[in-house]
Nanobody, 123 residues
Framework: QVQLVESGGGLVQAGGSLRLSCAAS????????MGWFRQAPGKEREFVAA????????YYADSVKGRFTISRDNARNTVSLRMNSLKPEDTAVYYC????????????????WGQGTQVTVSS
């Protein structure tokens, strides 16, 4: 079992930045590739970014590539998402998740989820 707790969400103006953090506890965090997903009202949960267990490989949705950066610190059991140049369309609840198997882009391939943190970008 892995417990995940996100933090760092909030209200920011368009063009601003936020840094989300996800603290993990339970099973060995470094064994798991990790991902960030988001869900806007009335929309399906969508992939944002993922990072391999070592941090050596990262993956991004086209919509955030060049603006968001995922990173992890296995010594501190944390994964972070740095979000720059935020747009109103980035408004959503952001979730971190621990990967199980399969592709990195599909929510059902992750078996542990945090409770989410709200990010609101005003225009």
């Amino acid at each position: 079992q892995v417990q995940l707790v996100e933090s760092g969400g909030g209200l920011v103006q368009a063009g601003g930045s936020l840094r989300l953090s996800c603290a993990a506890s339970g099973r060995t965090f470094s064994n798991y590739p990790m991902g960030w997903f988001r869900q806007a009202p009335g929309k399906e949960r969508e992939f944002v970014a993922a990072i391999s267990w070592s941090g050596g490989s990262t993956y991004y949705a086209d919509s955030v590539k060049g603006r968001f950066t995922i990173s992890r610190d296995n010594a501190r059991n944390t994964v972070s998402l740095r979000m720059n140049s935020l747009k109103p369309e980035d408004t959503a609840v952001y979730y971190c998740a621990a990967y199980r198997s399969g592709d990195y882009y599909t929510p059902s391939k992750y078996n542990y989820w945090g409770q989410g943190t709200q990010v609101t970008v005003s225009s």
